[in-house]
């Protein structure tokens, strides 16, 4: 079975610029998640989908990142206009069920901005 | 707001040595809990959960201890190895819902 996969697995811009990644979670997981993880530190959630729906994307800066989850299935974070502040991996996992069940992480994109 | 911590930053071990990680966590809802296992440049493996309603779990070579009374959760590692370098985190779910928080993280260094 083929585990979450990500994509760009590194992505250099210019401050100012957009940029995306593209997720595709483990088949029939229900639930996928964006993090942000800074060197040295542990994942932050950005937001967490349950099916199509953004379920909490409290953490999520929205002036600048936006995500969809359309059909359910493969997701997308955005970030327009990108700045300095922004590097860092982001990492997308997707788990089965709610009620509490490990989550499987992709590799993740490490964005830097310059 | 509620966040789960790590004691140790770093912690080296020699080979074949075991090795305990530790964490605190401070948010009392949370039911279950999970040790992810970083290697670099990689994304986090799970490596063993434990719910709310156990105090130990053991897979192979880990075992995941929980006290509730003292809300603290250690990782086990028996006979470390070369391969068990890595940085190990710990999260904790809240309950009724799949909210993963992390901690920061311990970095293991496993000396030959």
């Known amino acids: 079975e083929a585990g979450v996969v990500q994509s760009p697995r590194y992505k250099i811009i210019e401050k100012k610029q957009p940029v995306a990644f593209w997720c595709n979670p483990i088949?029939?997981?229900?639930?996928l998640y964006w993090y942000l993880q800074n060197l040295g530190q542990g994942p932050e959630l950005l937001i967490r989908?349950?099916?199509?729906?953004?379920?909490?994307d409290s953490q999520l800066p929205k002036d600048r990142f936006s995500a969809e989850r359309l059909k359910g299935v493969d997701s997308t974070l955005k970030i327009q206009p990108a700045e300095l502040g922004d590097s860092a991996v982001y990492l997308c996992?997707?788990?089965?069920?709610?009620?509490?069940?490990?989550?499987?992480f992709g590799q993740g994109t490490r964005l830097t901005v310059v | 707001g509620e966040s789960v911590g790590l004691h140790l930053p770093t912690l080296s071990v020699q080979e074949g040595d075991n090795s305990i990680i530790n964490c605190a966590y401070s948010?009392?809802?949370?039911?279950?809990f999970i040790w992810y296992k970083q290697e670099s440049g990689k994304g986090p493996q799970f490596i063993i959960d434990?719910?709310?309603?156990?105090d130990k779990r053991q897979g192979q070579r880990v075992t995941v201890l929980l006290n509730k009374t003292v809300k603290h959760l250690s990782l086990q590692i028996a006979a470390t190895q070369p391969g068990d370098s890595a940085v190990y985190f710990c999260?904790?779910?809240?309950?009724?819902?799949?909210?993963?928080?992390f901690g920061t993280g311990t970095q293991l260094k496993v000396e030959l």
């Open positions: 434990i719910r709310s309603n156990m």
């Open positions: 948010n009392s809802a949370s039911d279950y």
């Open positions: 989908y349950e099916n199509e729906e953004a379920v909490d």
């Open positions: 088949s029939g997981h229900n639930t």
């Open positions: 996992a997707s788990s089965s069920s709610t009620g509490g069940t490990e989550a499987f």
């Open positions: 999260a904790e779910n809240e309950g009724g819902g799949n909210k993963l928080t």
